[in-house]
């Protein structure tokens, strides 16, 4: 099977996503044995760990040594000269019980890139990746909660995991605090993952993870929700946008002056009748859209040869959107954008037809694009739209 097909129904197999959705996701962990200790050598292995290290010249906070006992101290694994890592001293504190953490590995491995845009062409969600290596009898983070879903994908070796109930049911980034090994919350369940395993745990289970007579190494694929709470302040700047009444400043003195409390309550009693009424929830996606593509790149599929063949497209030439391309279309009053993972694209409104075709197509020829365009039209926005990054020629006929 192919690194490009590693998606979420392959990270959950045997299980099937509607069984996962109506029973864990949110709710509780769930552990998925295979009995398969190469299902994830596609990703990633032992053997590449000191590669990404010594290639990637990592930089703290992204990259850490990290002790339950006591505390890695930067300057003993860091360069003082450009701050980059020491590999030499990564090795030494490895040998003394330190775990090594690489956070965003998505940013630097090409096939855990393809599993992370994968995951977020699910999800609509941000999706990284970190890397943990421990070894033998020792334990990185003592007793936390995240306050993103985990996936934790076991790689090599093997580690045991302590799961005990949340201290903050799905909590907000706002919410994290530390947990210490006595305050533990009831409810404990040991998983042991082996090589091949897979746990789901969410937001605000308190865990730990230690390892006993061998090293461990996994992946930590997190997955940052978009909450409720994000759309709806979503549709308040929208709101504000449009309405002059939510820009209007609190009286003056509302802090501290008690008469005011009431008028206060009386006025956001009535804008909130308002933003029922007028919710602009389409206006509200679209920012959460943008939020979501923002900072997204494009998968590298060497597209430079696509650029050299711009030249060389026809009306039966065969394209398609690139690997991993999530798209949003943006409409303006006199324009309309196309906004993709890495670049966005504007143009006049009648080109809206188009674009939506290209959104909704798999592989498709230049001349099929919808007839509002002129056939040397046609020709002329597929080879920008290549030029730009979204597209990619499949067959020239």
């Not at 040594?65 to 590999?87: A, C, G």
């Not at 393809?114 to 970190?130: A, D, G, Q």
């Not at 008469?259 to 804008?271: D, G, I, M, P, V």
Request: aromatic share 10%; net charge negative; charged share 25%.
């Amino acid at each position: 099977m192919s690194v490009k097909e590693f998606d979420f129904e392959r990270l959950l197999q045997p299980m099937d996503a509607a069984t996962f959705f109506s029973e864990y996701w949110e709710q509780r962990p769930v552990a998925i044995s295979r009995a398969d200790p190469d299902y994830y050598a596609e990703l990633f292995s032992l053997k590449d760990v000191d590669a990404v290290i010594s290639l990637s010249t990592p930089k703290w906070p992204d990259f850490a040594l990290v002790n339950h006992k006591r505390p890695s101290l930067v300057q003993n694994y860091v360069k003082p000269s450009d701050e980059t890592v020491d590999i030499n001293q990564v090795y030494e504190a490895y040998y003394r019980g330190d775990t090594i953490r690489y956070a965003n590995l998505q940013q630097i491995w090409k096939p855990i890139a393809i599993l992370c845009r994968n995951l977020e062409k699910f999800f609509n969600y941000t999706v990284n990746t970190n890397l943990y290596l421990t070894p033998k009898d020792a334990q990185g983070f003592s007793t936390h909660f995240d306050t993103e879903d985990v996936f934790i994908l076991q790689v090599e070796g093997s580690k045991l995991w302590r799961v005990y109930d949340s201290v903050v049911p799905l909590p907000l980034v706002e919410q994290y605090q530390p947990v210490s090994p006595e305050k533990a919350p009831g409810n404990l369940r040991e998983i042991y993952l082996q090589a091949g395993d897979m746990l789901y745990i969410p937001r605000g289970f308190v865990h730990e993870a230690l390892t006993s007579d061998c090293s461990s190494l996994h992946l930590t694929v997190g997955v940052t929700i978009y909450r409720w709470t994000d759309l709806i302040s979503s549709v308040l700047v929208s709101a504000g946008k449009q309405d002059v009444r939510f820009r209007k400043g609190l009286p003056p003195g509302f802090l501290t002056r008690e008469e005011l409390k009431s008028s206060l309550r009386e006025q956001l009693t009535e804008l909130l009748k308002i933003l029922l009424d007028q919710a602009n929830i389409d206006d509200a996606v679209e920012q959460l859209g943008r939020r979501f593509l923002a900072n997204m790149l494009p998968l590298p599929d060497g597209h430079f040869t696509q650029i050299d063949q711009v030249n060389d497209i026809e009306l039966d030439t065969i394209v398609a959107k690139r690997k991993g391309m999530i798209c949003l279309i943006i409409q303006a009053e006199d324009s309309v954008s196309i906004k993709f993972p890495g670049n966005t694209v504007k143009g006049p409104r009648y080109i809206e037809p188009a674009l939506r075709f290209i959104v909704d197509a798999g592989e498709f020829s230049v001349r099929s694009i919808p007839d509002s365009l002129t056939g040397n039209a046609k020709m002329v926005l597929v080879r920008h739209l290549i030029r730009a990054g979204l597209l990619a020629i499949v067959d020239h006929r």
